[in-house]
């Protein structure tokens, strides 16, 4: 029997653009996570000691991946699925130091603006329904999706309910 779903509590939001450390790749998440956690964080934590160092506090933030492929992305083979991992740093950094030559973190400006988005708690295997309903509230609100599927990962994935934020840059529908 499955359990039943939390009700599902969407809305639209402004984000400024962010600094983020990231690691792109292309492949099964299962697969090519295992290189690019300890890349990403391998990366921001030395970037942390360094500014407090110099007396900058700076808390690192959840996770967040991006998903490219255009909406239909979740049915392409895992193996092909093309992704940015990234990690958000404070802005004006530069260069990032660079743990596993074979998975470089570079340097972004990721753009956000106006976004919808949900939390969903549970497997990320059963999220379908709730990415669903995500896109029939953006359509209802008048939007449309104007970039990649985001996911940004409020808890580790063994966690008994995985929490996740989803999230889609978005624009008012024209005409």
Same mark, same amino acid.
């Given at each position: 029997?499955?359990?039943k779903?939390? *009700?599902?509590?969407?809305?639209?939001?402004?984000?400024?653009? /962010?600094?983020?450390?990231?690691v +792109? =790749?292309?492949?099964?998440?299962g697969e090519? %996570?295992?290189?690019?956690?300890?890349? !990403?964080?391998g990366?921001?934590?030395?970037?942390?000691?360094?500014?407090?160092? @110099?007396?900058? &506090?700076?808390?690192?933030?959840?996770?967040?991946?991006?998903?490219? %492929?255009?909406?239909?992305?979740?049915? !392409? *083979?895992? /193996?092909?699925w093309?992704?940015?991992?990234?990690?958000?740093?404070?802005?004006?950094t530069a260069? !990032?130091?660079?743990?596993?030559?074979?998975?470089?973190?570079?340097? &972004?400006?990721? /753009?956000?603006?106006?976004?919808?988005q949900?939390?969903y708690?549970?497997?990320y295997? &059963?999220e =379908?329904? =709730?990415?669903?309903? !995500? +896109?029939?509230?953006? &359509?209802? @609100?008048?939007?449309?999706?104007?970039? *990649? +599927?985001?996911?940004?990962?409020?808890?580790?994935?063994e966690?008994k309910? *995985?929490? =996740?934020?989803i999230r889609? @840059?978005?624009?008012?529908?024209r005409?």
């Amino acid at each position: 029997m499955r359990k039943k779903m939390k *009700p599902f509590v969407s809305e639209i939001a402004q984000m400024p653009a /962010e600094t983020m450390a990231v690691v +792109h =790749t292309v492949g099964d998440p299962g697969e090519v %996570g295992a290189r690019v956690f300890p890349a !990403l964080y391998g990366a921001v934590y030395p970037l942390k000691f360094a500014l407090k160092k @110099q007396g900058v &506090e700076f808390k690192i933030t959840p996770p967040r991946a991006r998903w490219f %492929g255009g909406p239909e992305w979740a049915t !392409l *083979p895992r /193996e092909d699925w093309k992704a940015a991992w990234a990690i958000s740093i404070p802005e004006g950094t530069a260069e !990032l130091v660079q743990k596993d030559p074979e998975t470089p973190v570079v340097v &972004e400006t990721w /753009e956000y603006g106006t976004v919808a988005q949900v939390l969903y708690i549970g497997s990320y295997s &059963e999220e =379908t329904e =709730t990415i669903l309903a !995500l +896109h029939a509230f953006i &359509e209802e @609100q008048g939007y449309e999706i104007a970039g *990649p +599927h985001e996911e940004e990962y409020q808890s580790r994935p063994e966690a008994k309910e *995985p929490k =996740t934020v989803i999230r889609y @840059q978005v624009r008012k529908k024209r005409g």
